[in-house]
């Protein structure tokens, strides 16, 4: 087995790595991390309009019981709407960062992007003080 030395990690890492310690430097790694996670009031504002209408809601729901990726198919048959309409709210709820769309040949499977979810849930326990 053969340790990862300085040099093999590649410059946007550098940023990250402690020298003295000989391994990442985790408080620079956190602050990132928490600064990815947190959500302005622009995208709260459009996650909550995605979510403002009845059938986005039925399809997050849907979307979340099901243990894998669900396509469009699925969803068609699972709630009384057409195809169109159900693209339609997809598209929604994608663009505003609650779905992630994973192209699998000629289909695309639909999750629930759990970081938005819990950054959304977050600051809305942030409202709430």
Known sequence: MTS?????YPDRYEAFYDPLQQKPNIKILINIFASVNTMDNKQF?????????PHRIKIMQYVGKSRD???CANIVEMIDLTQSAISHHIKQ???AGLLIAEKEGRNIKYAIDKGVVDAYTK???GIKG
Request: hydrophobic share 35%; proline share 0%.
């Open 4 to 8: 990862i030395k300085k040099a093999s």
């Open 45 to 53: 504002e459009r996650i909550s309009k995605a979510l403002g209408d």
């Open 93 to 95: 709820l994608t663009d």
């Open 123 to 125: 600051f809305l326990q």
């Open 69 to 71: 990726c669900t396509q």
